[in-house]
């Protein structure tokens, strides 16, 4: 599988960003896609996940600000995932990865392992 993001770059506080992510490759078994986000000296964390069958979810950071949208209805082999970024804060700077889901290995019922990652894309806010 391999994806790629795109869509970062600087904007001012209160402004929108739209990131985009294209995942290509073999995807069975994959149930889902995810956008995480890290800055430095930090863990990556969840910014929203999407899975196949429509369940979304976005984390508290973000809720009410952020959307997460999945295009599946393409040929099989490709999926898009999107993050609408509405009212941006400084605090939301960092860099944005993609990752593509598998079923967790030990619930067997979380759609949560990182089977994959993009490349990142900065997304830097100023105040």
């Known amino acids: 599988v391999r994806l790629q993001e795109s869509g970062g770059g600087s904007v001012q506080a209160g402004g929108s960003l739209k990131l985009s992510c294209v995942a290509s490759g073999y995807l069975e078994g994959h149930c889902g896609m995810g956008w995480y986000r890290q800055t430095p000296g930090k863990e990556r964390e969840l910014v929203s996940s999407v899975r196949f069958d429509g369940v979304t979810t976005l984390g508290d950071l973000v809720k009410g600000r952020f959307t997460a949208s999945l295009n599946n209805t393409l040929n099989n082999d490709k999926n898009v995932l999107y993050l609408q970024m509405n009212d941006l804060k400084t605090e939301d700077t960092a860099v944005y990865y993609c990752?593509?889901?598998?079923?967790?290995?030990?619930?067997?019922?979380?759609?949560?392992?990182?089977?994959?990652w993009g490349q990142g894309t900065q997304v830097t806010v100023s105040s």
């Open positions: 990752a593509i889901h598998g079923w967790n290995y030990y619930t067997g019922v979380d759609c949560n392992a990182q089977d994959a």
